[in-house]
């Protein structure tokens, strides 16, 4: 396929009237089978990708159904994000597992591809918790955040972190390269924030 004419986002970070070309479902030099698209008027632009949001469309992803991230999914296609990674909200032990569990089960070609997890609590100050959920609020634990790790089947793509806990310190050192940590839900102050970044 051949779209020509459109506004196509470039690696100079500006959008330029340009054709592109795909072959075998991936962009490519020339056009193996003859189909011209006209994009006057039309932006194109890789697909982006959502790493954080808690549902749509009447579902959530805490819903922990195939059904919520499919319908979630097919929504965020919709609107150009071909990538999703959904937020979970601050729960107790069983419901992330479930969570993460269906999510690592989850499989269907249709809607944003679901690439991983951002775990949005538990381990927040209860002085910042927003909509978070305080009777579940914990302390970091680097062995309950490899457990829903392990139910996810390595899903878990980011991590919420408020840095002043107790614990956080130990965590951030051990996680930081399995997972990318987001300073979010916290209370810290300056200094605390520098020693976790």
Known sequence: MEIKNAKVYTEKGIFEERSV???DG???GA??????IDGAGCYLSPGLIDIHFHGCMGHDFCDGSAEAIEAMACYEASRGITAMIPATMTLGREE???ICGTAAAY???KGAVLCGIYLEGPF???QRLGAQNGDYVRTPDVGFFQELQEASRQMIRLLAIAPELPGAEKLIRELKDEVVLSVAHTAADYEQAMRAF
């Open 107 to 109: 499989s269907s070609e």
């Open 96 to 98: 992330l597992l479930h």
């Open 26 to 28: 991936l962009i490519a």
């Open 124 to 126: 927040v100050s209860r």
């Open 31 to 36: 056009s193996t089978d003859g189909v011209i």
């Open 21 to 23: 070309c795909t072959a």
